[in-house]
């Protein structure tokens, strides 16, 4: 089985902060996406990456980074974090081939205070 | 830009009974995937099902089917036999057919089991 690892399941951040959420996976899938979770919105994609080094922007890439130097592991950075950033983060990857679905990691909770 | 759209927030069903839930979708393409993810209370979102647009026979996987109307754009989702495990977030996906990176998700619908 795929498996996809956040690092933190609850963070809690002050305003300011620069905050760095890490996912790793195991079955060397060449693509790998940050969604962030919201109720009533469905999940969103902030950031995703089809290749080490290279990324593109989702729909909501403001106040957010991403870096990939490894093709198993996926960054996603706020550099100065906000309250409205409060949210839960999903990390996922795939494989690259025609509808092949996503595999989630179980998600981080983040707070910002 | 595709969208998709569940209608209902929030559904209940009685354990061992059937229960559907909605799914419609926006696009303009003719071939495209369609999914079901299933995230539990504690919160990996998993595969439930998926369908492709180019397809007739609806997909099944057990005690979930769905029904999949390509010319109306609704791609609902049928649970039968609900057990107490089934209680979930289920969410419906689309993907274009060349590009899986765009895959776009519907708001959810919380799936409530009553014993």
């Known amino acids: 089985d795929v498996k996809v690892t956040q690092s933190s399941r609850y963070l809690v951040k002050r305003t300011g902060e620069k905050v760095f959420l890490e996912c790793v996976q195991d079955?060397?899938?060449?693509?790998m996406f940050w969604y962030r979770q919201d109720p009533g919105l469905g999940l969103r994609l902030i950031y995703f990456s089809y290749d080490v080094k290279m990324k593109e922007k989702g729909d909501i890439p403001e106040g957010y980074s991403v870096s990939r130097e490894k093709k198993e592991r996926f960054s996603l950075i706020l550099e100065s974090a906000s309250t409205n950033q409060t949210s839960m983060y999903l990390c996922a990857s795939s494989p690259y081939h025609q509808g092949a679905p996503l595999h989630f990691g179980n998600g981080t909770r983040l707070t910002v205070t | 830009a595709q969208t998709v759209t569940q209608s209902q927030p929030e559904m209940s069903v009685q354990e061992a009974e059937t229960v559907t839930l909605s799914c419609t979708y926006d696009t303009s393409e003719s071939d495209y995937y369609l999914f079901w993810y299933k995230q539990p209370p504690s919160r990996q979102m998993i595969l439930v099902i998926r369908?492709?647009?180019?397809?007739?026979q609806n997909a099944t996987e057990n005690r979930f089917s769905v029904n999949f109307q390509k010319a109306a754009k609704s791609f609902s989702l049928k649970i039968s036999d609900s057990q107490l495990g089934d209680a979930a977030m289920y969410f419906c996906?689309?993907?274009?057919?060349?590009?899986?990176?765009?895959?776009?998700f519907g708001a959810g619908t919380r799936l409530t089991v009553k014993p």
């Open positions: 079955m060397d899938h060449e693509n």
């Open positions: 369908q492709e647009a180019y397809k007739q």
């Open positions: 996906a689309y993907s274009p057919k060349y590009n899986n990176n765009d895959m776009r």
